[in-house]
């Protein structure tokens, strides 16, 4: 186990929906708690349904998100101590990429402008002409250069571009962690190995670890070393990406690998079950027994605990499909 980066320690994040009187409370994250190594770089994907969280401990981790329990750590410093924060140094070390480009750029604002402003505002290129090498350099290594977007503006450019320009913007610091929330959700399908197959070859060319938020199990199952899955907010099973993608041990990682047999596929509709969804949230239990084929008594009155079936395999269940 080498020197730990990124910490979460029982993160969880409750949302009030609705009035004072009548509102009730969402537990939208449940007490995560996840790390990531410092030595080499990684790629670690938390995928999951739509609404299970994914987003919410993105932002969490972007200080976009207070927790409401437990605490993050980053590189040694704690999120809930504020005298640890230097903003400057955190936007150094951790760069977001959304997942619609052209909500990240303003229609009115030259897309260079960006780069230039993060080069130069940071302190990262002295004058304008350091500036202009170092976005160079780092448009190159994601397939563009400076004077393909040089004076030209968002809608000049097709969704895969412009997001290679948003992950050319987040590698001119060149951080340490690039936390990327769905980046291909908004891309042509044809594109989206495209952007996935430059997260493989960024991450040794600048030694930069990917958090890749996704809903795509199978573009997860290509690019990720480590793959965590959530439901309803929990952290349900985590391990090594072929090992969870080959041989789940998690029944709900079993549905997610079944509803997504190829590239691009995403899950069925059926499957949101929004009926159910409220009363899933709120379970003191497991979340996923009234969903799961193999659930007993035990399973709808307790909460699993996290447990090891394999070397660096965790999963929360009481009948995992492995031991």
């Not at 990406?241 to 995403?266: F, S």
Request: proline share 6%; glycine share 6%; charged share 25%.
């Amino acid at each position: 186990m080498g020197q730990t980066f990124l910490e979460l320690k029982g993160v969880t994040k409750i949302f009030r929906i609705g009035g004072i009187l009548r509102g009730k409370k969402l537990v939208a994250v449940d007490n995560v708690s996840l790390a990531m190594d410092s030595d080499e770089p990684t790629i670690l994907s938390v995928v999951g349904e739509s609404g299970c969280g994914k987003s919410t401990l993105c932002r969490m981790i972007l200080r976009m998100y207070k927790p409401d329990e437990g605490d993050i750590v980053l590189d040694g410093h704690s999120y809930s101590n504020p005298k640890e924060y230097n903003p400057r140094q955190f936007r150094m070390e951790v760069q977001p990429i959304f997942q619609n480009p052209y909500e990240s750029f303003s229609a009115r604002k030259k897309v260079d402008t960006y780069l230039f402003n993060t080069a130069l505002r940071l302190g990262i290129a002295k004058d304008h002409r350091e500036a202009e090498q170092r976005i160079d350099e780092t448009l190159r290594s994601v397939g563009m250069s400076l004077p393909s977007v040089r004076d030209k503006y968002p809608t000049q450019f097709s969704g895969g571009e412009l997001q290679r320009i948003s992950i050319a913007r987040a590698l001119i610091t060149r951080p340490k962690l690039i936390v990327a929330d769905e980046p291909v959700a908004a891309i042509d399908a044809s594109m989206k190995m495209n952007i996935v197959n430059l997260f493989r070859q960024l991450k040794d060319q600048y030694h930069v670890s990917f958090l890749y938020i996704t809903h795509d199990l199978s573009t997860a199952y290509y690019v990720s070393d480590f793959i965590a899955t959530l439901y309803r907010g929990c952290l349900v099973e985590y391990g090594p990406a072929r090992e969870i993608m080959e041989d789940p041990a998690h029944p709900y990682t079993e549905l997610l690998m079944n509803a997504v047999p190829r590239v691009g596929d995403k899950w069925k509709e059926e499957m949101a079950m929004p009926d159910t969804e409220d009363k899933e949230y709120a379970l003191s239990a497991c979340k996923f027994a009234p969903r799961c084929p193999y659930a007993t008594e035990e399973c709808r009155e307790k909460q699993p605990e996290m447990t090891n079936p394999g070397k660096s395999r965790k999963v929360a269940c009481w009948h995992p499909l492995i031991s």
